[in-house]
């Protein structure tokens, strides 16, 4: 009996949702009285997953390919999951982690559970909480089958650190089936990308064009956040379609997500709800945003930001 945890890297360094799903799955495994196993692809420092209590890692060797392949992964992880005979395996709410999930799930004859938010209640059978409704609601998802997927929502756990002594072992990538190829990849230029990111300033319509929006990258910058923008801003050329949030574009689950001159369509808001605290400054006092909004500023954006900017970087000297 085992947990398995996918960590999710880029260019070899893990992400923090890699870290996150290690701190979740370390604690399941520890009410389970297992290993936790970790499966990642090219990663550069293994070792820094003993700070999460990962007992094992596979680290799978793509010989140069480190495009995300579904074929490929899912086959690499499935391996491990049989080979370790673990019974709960953990991705995370990713577009790849939500790709990754229910096809897995079909490879290791796994129930998948999406959108999990904390630890399981019971394990036998196994219960745990997770939202639905696009995020308005949450409910209790109990399992009659012997193994599981789970999908943690991204931020919903946190990274909770726990030593552990390693083992690291590396493997051959497994040769895929699959006849699709990589032609290019587009690089998002953000510092700090929207999926990792803890703080995540978003701009809309109300900035009036490409050209105001030093205001959402200063304010960025000063609190170490993503920037994002809303679909009819990517929609019109300001920005690129990579910072587009939403419901039709990146989902966001910040500690704190800020809504610059964003009505707050519905299509939006079902995109950024998992975010824990909502921030909008808008000069309209009807717009939608300030109902799902914990905090608002009714107010113009191009004078209220500066302001906000300025006194950010006043209390970091």
Same mark, same amino acid.
């Given at each position: 009996?085992?947990?398995v945890v ?6 070899? *360094? ?21 290993? $936790? ?5 090219? =990663? ?5 997953? &003993? ?5 094992? $890692? ?12 579904? *074929?490929? !992964? ?28 229910? =096809? ?8 998948? =559970? ?25 409910? *209790?998802?109990? &399992? ?21 002594? =390693? ?10 089936? &699959? ?27 109300? $900035? ?8 959402? *990258? ?23 379609? &990579? ?35 909502k921030v ?14 914990? !905090? ?10 500066p302001k ?10």
């Amino acid at each position: 009996m085992a947990v398995v945890v996918f960590i999710e890297s880029q260019e070899g *360094e893990i992400k923090k949702a890699g870290f996150e799903l290690a701190s979740y799955g370390r604690s399941i495994s520890d009410a389970m009285k297992c290993d $936790l196993i970790g499966v990642g692809f090219n =990663i550069i420092d293994p070792k820094s997953l &003993s700070n999460y209590g990962v007992d094992k $890692l596979y680290n799978i060797e793509t010989r140069g390919d480190s495009f995300f392949d579904i *074929e490929r !992964y899912s086959s690499s992880i499935a391996s491990v999951v049989k080979k370790e005979n673990a019974n709960i395996v953990i991705v995370s709410s990713s577009a790849d982690g939500r790709y990754l999930g229910p =096809i897995l799930s079909v490879k290791v004859d796994a129930a998948y =559970i999406s959108n999990v938010v904390e630890l399981p209640s019971q394990y036998e059978p196994l219960t745990v909480k997770r939202s639905c409704f696009t995020n308005k609601a949450f409910n *209790e998802t109990q &399992s009659s089958k012997k193994n599981n997927v789970l999908s943690l929502s991204s931020n919903s756990f946190g990274l909770k650190e726990k030593s552990s002594n =390693i083992k690291v072992f590396s493997e051959d990538f497994a040769p895929s089936s &699959s006849t699709l190829k990589v032609s290019n990849l587009d690089k998002a230029s953000d510092k700090v990308s929207i999926a990792d990111a803890d703080i995540v300033v978003s701009g809309g319509r109300g $900035l009036k064009g490409p050209e105001n929006w030093y205001l959402i *990258e200063d304010l960025a910058e000063v609190m170490g956040a993503a920037t994002a923008c809303s679909k009819p801003v990517s929609d019109m050329g300001w920005r690129s379609h &990579s910072e587009h949030v939403g419901q039709t574009g990146k989902p966001v689950a910040s500690n704190l997500y800020i809504a610059i001159g964003v009505s707050g369509a519905i299509q939006h808001l079902a995109g950024i709800n998992s975010s824990k605290v909502k921030v909008v400054i808008n000069n309209d006092p009807e717009a939608p945003f300030f109902k799902a909004a914990d !905090y608002g500023i009714v107010g113009d954006a191009f004078e209220v930001v500066p302001k906000l900017t300025k006194k950010l970087k006043a209390r970091k000297l």
